[in-house]
Nanobody
């Protein structure tokens, strides 16, 4: 089992920045590839970013490229989502997710992930 706990959400003005963290515990977290997803009110959960178990490969959703960056520090068992130039449409609950590193696929869909955090709210005011 892997437990995930997100933090770092909050209220920010448009154009501002936030860094979300996802702390992992349980089995060796470095054996897991990680992803971030978000869900806005009334919308389906969507892919934000993914990172391989080593951190050597990352993927960002097209609409967030250039604004969002995903990284990880395996020594700290933590994955980060750095968000900048935030827009009101980025308002959502952000979830981190984990999948065993041997699971095939790019990690851009929900069903590739086994473990999920509870989410952290990000609100961007205009």
């Amino acid at each position: 089992q892997v437990q995930l706990a997100e933090s770092g959400g909050g209220l920010v003005q448009a154009g501002g920045s936030l860094r979300l963290s996802c702390a992992t515990s349980g089995r060796t977290s470095s054996s897991y590839a990680m992803g971030w997803f978000r869900q806005a009110p009334g919308k389906e959960r969507e892919f934000v970013a993914a990172i391989s178990w080593s951190g050597g490969s990352t993927s960002i959703a097209d609409s967030m490229k250039g604004r969002f960056t995903i990284s990880r520090d395996n020594a700290k068992n933590t994955v980060y989502l750095q968000m900048s130039s935030l827009k009101p449409e980025d308002t959502a609950v952000y979830y981190c997710a984990a999948r065993w590193k041997g699971v095939p696929g790019p990690g851009r869909t929900e069903d590739e992930y086994t473990y999920w955090g509870q989410g952290t709210q990000v609100t961007v005011s205009s």
